[in-house]
């Protein structure tokens, strides 16, 4: 598991501020250092308010006294190597023999990044975050239920729901399918029957304002009339290969994984009724931010598990070149994948290395150099500039800023009554492309901006204590 665990990073590399960590790490920091994020905390703590994850992290560090980035890499690694070997565990009670444990966690483990149909979810992500904490918890639930140990399992998703209320509701409810399936006789089992069994989740909300229309439009994956053709593929393709595999699994004798074939297609189906209530009828708009196509999660880490293990015992068998065969490229293309997505950031970002991207080089002289009450205005789409790799300014810089399109508006989608705070911010940096100074005072003035961050051949006769080739960090006004 440990040698898996460093491949997986080999292959799938290390980026601690990117992407969502803009959501999580800040909630972390302000545990540990209140005075911190003096204003915006409402765009991050809606999320670390219903979640142990940063008191978690938190404390971990305090007890421990390991510098934060090095802390955060620990915790990673160690969600990585946790994920391994629950799916090691379950694959155990699946399949009889060990190389078809090897081939169901090894195609995990070189699978690491990708992408969950059209759910905006990776099987695990390339930063610290509660989804990997909550993603072993839910696989070792379920190998619980299977095992009949159902107080250990309710343990697990204790622990699931403490990190990530919403992933961990998807364990209990495959859990609760499974249990479900195993009360009936064989002639009983029927998708309707078990459907039945399920509590109902679907209410009706309030009609959404236009300012949490104009947020959700940034997060068409909760949609699921508005995914491609080869999302929607990622969503039916589970059915056929998941009855194949049922049948494959009652020919041999399998009956854990017969089982879990079996309840994996009545979770699905349940979910996929429900995403489909919540897309047709608009008066269910709202109801979009439960995500319930987030259970493929799960589901895709099961499914590529029997993968795994029926490819080793029936195809790829004792033959070393085979396995090298197949896992070689694989791991090459989902290497590269990575390098295509971060192309202007080391592949692993280690804690003790000075960044090689010019956006982080950026945000680090922010961390170090700039006042903790300093409130900065940043081109609200700065997350998809060239070069910038998705890095998250408050995760890294450690310090406030106006509301931006991708992370902020995540959090409105999530949380409706921060919608009207995140449209006032978002409108007033309009146009970032084309401001002016004169711009940028009427955000001190409304806002308390105190600081900025330009393209460093666009800095509108700032003062600009911070240059490289591709930003500029400036004051506002004297």
């Not at 009652?250 to 009545?266: G, I, P």
Request: a positive charge.
């Amino acid at each position: 598991m440990l040698l898996l665990t460093l491949g997986a990073l080999a292959v799938h590399g290390y980026h601690p501020f990117a992407e969502d960590a803009e959501i999580y790490l800040p909630g972390i920091k302000k545990v540990l250092h209140p005075a911190l994020y003096p204003s915006g905390t409402e765009f991050f703590e809606s999320h670390a308010s219903l979640t142990l994850f940063p008191n978690l992290i938190a404390t971990s560090l305090r007890i421990t006294h390991i510098p934060f980035d090095y802390a955060i890499f620990i915790w990673y690694l160690a969600s990585i190597f946790l994920l391994l070997l629950a799916c090691w565990e379950f694959s155990g009670i699946c399949f009889e023999t060990m190389r078809a444990r090897c081939g169901a966690v090894g195609l995990i483990a070189s699978l690491l990044t990708l992408p969950v149909a059209g759910t905006a979810l990776y099987l695990m992500d390339q930063y610290l975050n509660p989804r990997n904490l909550a993603a072993f918890a839910g696989v070792f639930a379920v190998t619980r239920v299977l095992e009949k140990k159902f107080a250990r399992a309710a343990i697990w998703i204790v622990f699931a729901a403490a990190v990530h209320p919403l992933m961990a509701s998807f364990a209990l409810a495959f859990c609760a399918v499974l249990i479900s399936l195993d009360a009936f006789s064989e002639k009983m089992r029927k998708p309707a029957v078990a459907l039945a069994a399920l509590p109902p989740i679907v209410s009706i909300f309030a009609p959404p304002s236009p300012a949490y229309r104009e947020a959700m439009a940034f997060h068409i994956s909760h949609f699921l009339l508005q995914w491609q053709w080869y999302e929607w593929l990622g969503l039916i393709a589970p059915f056929p290969i998941l009855i194949w595999f049922a049948r494959i699994a009652r020919s041999r004798n399998l009956k854990n994984l017969e089982r879990v074939c079996y309840a994996a297609m009545v979770y699905e189906l349940v979910y996929f009724a429900i995403a489909l209530v919540i897309a047709i009828p608009e008066r269910f708009e709202a109801l979009a931010r439960l995500q319930p196509l987030r259970s493929l999660h799960l589901l895709y880490l099961f499914m590529l598990m029997a993968i795994g293990g029926f490819i080793a015992e029936y195809i790829l068998k004792g033959r070393l070149w085979r396995w090298l065969l197949l896992f070689l490229p694989m791991c090459a293309g989902m290497f590269l994948a990575q390098r295509a997505l971060f192309p202007s950031t080391t592949h692993i970002e280690w804690p003790w290395a000075a960044p090689k991207n010019q956006w982080e080089q950026a945000f680090l002289w922010i961390r170090q150099n700039t006042p903790l009450d300093a409130r900065f205005a940043i081109n609200p789409f700065y997350m998809e500039a060239p070069g910038e790799d998705r890095i998250g300014f408050r995760a890294m810089a450690e310090r406030s800023r106006l509301a931006d399109a991708n992370k902020d508006s995540g959090a409105v989608a999530m949380f409706p009554p921060l919608a009207e705070e995140w449209w006032e911010q978002f409108q007033a940096q309009k146009n970032w492309q084309h401001f002016t100074q004169a711009d940028l005072l009427r955000l001190r003035e409304k806002y308390g901006v105190s600081w900025t961050v330009l393209r460093s051949r666009e800095t509108l006769g700032l003062n600009c204590p911070y240059q490289n080739p591709a930003l500029a960090v400036c004051q506002i006004g004297p």
